[in-house]
């Protein structure tokens, strides 16, 4: 069953940053990167931030976060297939309204918030 995603850009405060969003059980797995998804190459690993869940509102939600933390502009969001969901390693395909690719995202060992995000081409599958 296909689940919902965005990818947002955060400004206005602290750093500039982009959060990737998973819809997982009743709220979305976040992850904060400093690049947008476009602009990592076919088989690039980057370092990702896994940061507190969010609520479901913020899949479609645009404008000014509360309490002064900024803005949030959606840059894509679409679907997503899992292909593998373990608490240390997930798979899947995002279908965006601006992209398609394939994802892996792989724990670091030894650190609980930092995850390697890898990009394929979405024919790419690999185990």
């Known amino acids: 069953m296909l689940k919902q995603f965005v990818f947002h850009h955060n400004t206005g405060y602290g750093q500039p940053h982009y959060d990737l969003m998973l819809e997982h ?45 900024g803005q949030i502009k959606r840059l ?27 994802y892996k995202l792989t724990k670091i060992e030894g650190d609980n918030n930092y995850w390697s995000l890898i990009k394929f081409q979405q024919s790419k599958r690999y185990n």
């Open 76 to 102: 894509d969001f679409g679907s997503y297939e899992s292909l593998i969901k373990e608490m240390s390693h997930w798979e899947f395909i995002l279908y965006g309204q601006h992209s398609t690719a394939y």
């Open 25 to 69: 059980d009743k709220t979305l797995a976040t992850w904060q990167l400093t690049i947008p998804l476009p602009e990592i190459q076919d088989e690039q690993a980057i370092i990702v931030q896994k940061i507190q869940d969010h609520r479901l509102i913020y899949l479609s939600y645009e404008g000014t976060i509360s309490k002064g933390r």
